[in-house]
């Protein structure tokens, strides 16, 4: 589940909270909100619910939660409306419009029935719980009906809407026949997925769809057969396996070209899908597949490091690294991601996790290449494993 969380500052200890329940979470100020949306087309931001904190105390703060985390309710709700009359053409680049999403205000306190709204307001009001995943839950259930809506009107308008071993999917794409349709929460034109023709995209999992894609996952880094093609198509087709706590864009197989005509393809970029985070290069990152069979560890007990394989791959990635701080690619980076991207960071997808007593053998080799993030395959799989619990 993707959520926007919004206000005048970011309340960490609620959006942390959401995170480590596995929920991608990112910040948007209240005051940028509406034009990050209208800008979704080019930044390929997408949401599916979009939660505030609002303030209901005058001048005294939950003793849990900082005050500055907060919002007025008067601010919040002038946003909400503004979004519910957005033109209906404004829409995420898989069709969804902006302008029928959930909106969940959180107040402070249940003295918001106190206040006296004039109009109407299409809002879930809810009140803040010491828990963050009680209202996370919430936000969870907002969002399940929200779907079901959505494959319901996608049925009606005649796509193919299918449940397949746990999993909503809805497919083929659209052709540029079909692309004029539309309905409340849907807008055809939008939908950059209408020239991939034949292919199934999955808009909701339940518990059976997870583990099913779990199952499938554990499968394919146990075949000692698999070859990194195949890992790659999986990634491809389940890129929510490869961002869990943040709203990220998942760019596969983007050709890079130097000034000398050198290709570099990393096998994937994540891509920030919020404006403001996309101006750090920190927030960006280049991650290279390799082989889930790869030693990661190679020397004696008492002396081991890295392996050759991951050796070779942390180069490989730094030759990347290379090439995004070299001044003279700048403007051929920009034009491909939209960015001048100088120093992402770098990632390396290799391997299974090491017997317990290596583990720390493991954390002293990574110490020793910090440029480089080195991760597992099962770190990937426990990660899909934790929604489960």
């Known amino acids: 589940m993707n959520v926007i969380l919004t206000g005048t500052l970011?309340?960490?200890?609620?959006?942390?909270?959401?995170?480590?329940?596995?929920?991608?979470?990112?910040?948007?100020?209240?005051?940028?909100?509406?034009?990050r949306v209208r800008e979704s087309s080019q930044t390929g931001l997408n949401a599916e619910a979009i939660a505030c904190l609002v303030n209901t105390h005058s001048d005294v703060a939950l003793d849990f939660m900082e005050l500055e985390g907060y919002t007025s309710l008067a601010s919040a709700v002038k946003v909400v409306r503004e979004l519910r009359n957005l033109d209906p053409t404004c829409a995420m680049s898989d069709g969804r419009k902006w302008n029928s999403i959930p909106f969940v205000l959180i107040m402070s306190s249940s003295e918001f029935n106190d206040y006296i709204i004039s109009e109407p307001i299409e809002a879930?009001?809810?009140?803040?719980?010491?828990?963050?995943?009680?209202?996370?839950?919430?936000?969870?259930?907002?969002?399940?009906?929200?779907?079901?809506?959505?494959?319901?009107?996608?049925?009606?308008?005649?796509?193919?809407?299918?449940?397949?071993?746990?999993?909503?999917?809805?497919?083929?794409?659209?052709?540029?026949?079909?692309?004029?349709?539309?309905?409340?929460?849907?807008?055809?034109?939008?939908?950059?997925?209408?020239?991939?023709?034949?292919?199934?995209?999955?808009?909701?999992?339940?518990?059976?769809?997870?583990?099913?894609?779990?199952?499938?996952?554990?499968?394919?880094?146990?075949?000692?057969?698999?070859?990194?093609?195949?890992?790659?198509?999986?990634?491809?087709?389940?890129?929510?396996?490869?961002?869990?706590?943040?709203?990220?864009?998942?760019?596969?197989?983007?050709?890079?070209?130097?000034?000398?005509?050198?290709?570099?393809?990393?096998d994937f970029i994540l891509k920030p899908i919020v404006a403001v985070q996309r101006l750090r290069d920190s927030n960006w990152e280049i991650l290279d597949l390799k082989h889930p069979q790869a030693k990661l560890l190679a020397g004696p007990s008492d002396h081991k490091r890295f392996s050759q394989e991951v050796m070779q791959a942390i180069t490989q990635v730094k030759d990347y690294r290379d090439h995004f701080e070299d001044p003279t690619n700048s403007a051929m980076v920009e034009n491909v991601l939209g960015h001048r991207l100088k120093h992402p960071r770098l990632g390396v997808l290799i391997g299974r996790m090491p017997a317990s007593a290596d583990v720390e053998l493991l954390e002293r080799a990574q110490a020793r290449e910090p440029q480089v993030r080195i991760v597992t395959y099962d770190e990937i799989l426990e990660s899909q494993k934790k929604l489960l619990s």
């Open 124 to 266: 879930i009001l809810t009140v803040l719980h010491r828990d963050p995943k009680v209202n996370l839950e919430e936000i969870r259930q907002a969002v399940s009906e929200y779907r079901a809506r959505l494959l319901d009107e996608l049925d009606n308008l005649g796509l193919l809407v299918r449940y397949h071993h746990g999993r909503y999917r809805v497919g083929p794409a659209l052709t540029p026949r079909d692309r004029h349709v539309e309905g409340q929460l849907y807008y055809g034109p939008a939908d950059e997925r209408s020239g991939v023709r034949g292919k199934y995209f999955t808009i909701d999992r339940d518990v059976l769809g997870i583990q099913y894609e779990i199952d499938l996952f554990e499968a394919l880094i146990n075949d000692p057969q698999v070859t990194e093609l195949d890992i790659q198509r999986f990634f491809e087709e389940n890129p929510h396996f490869l961002i869990s706590v943040r709203l990220m864009q998942v760019l596969p197989q983007v050709r890079l070209m130097d000034k000398d005509g050198k290709v570099l393809i990393p």
């Open 10 to 35: 970011e309340p960490t200890p609620l959006s942390d909270g959401w995170r480590n329940s596995n929920c991608a979470v990112d910040f948007v100020p209240l005051g940028s909100l509406i034009l």
